[in-house]
């Protein structure tokens, strides 16, 4: 999903992962609007991603198990930048605020993405 909206991480700080998505005939709605739905989806995959950057990938994935997200502003055209902080880290979740801004730096989305953490099973790839 990622590739078809064409999610791109841009930075990763000590404390945070950035991501930019277009606003385009891939994630607009029917009125021409950047759709709820792929605000959730770049929220999540920053969310996902951060957790994955911080568990051991050889015992443990990544679940996301519940995402909220404010639609504060509709975007029509560029693109939209969402950067993950984590809120939680502990051993079985990870709970992160994701804020997508537009690219005139105005709050478009505020999320929220809750990540359990499971320790693999032995047939689990």
Known sequence: MNEYLGIRFIEVGENYL???MP???RTKQA???MHGGASA?????????GSAMVIDPQQFICVGVEI???HLRSVREGFVTGTAIPLHLGASSHVWEIKIIDQHEKLICASRLTVYIIRKKTDWV
């Open 31 to 33: 009125y021409g609007l």
């Open 41 to 49: 989806t770049l929220a999540e995959t920053a969310g996902s991603v």
């Open 68 to 70: 909220n997200a404010n």
């Open 23 to 25: 606003v385009d005939h």
């Open 18 to 20: 950035k991501a930019t």
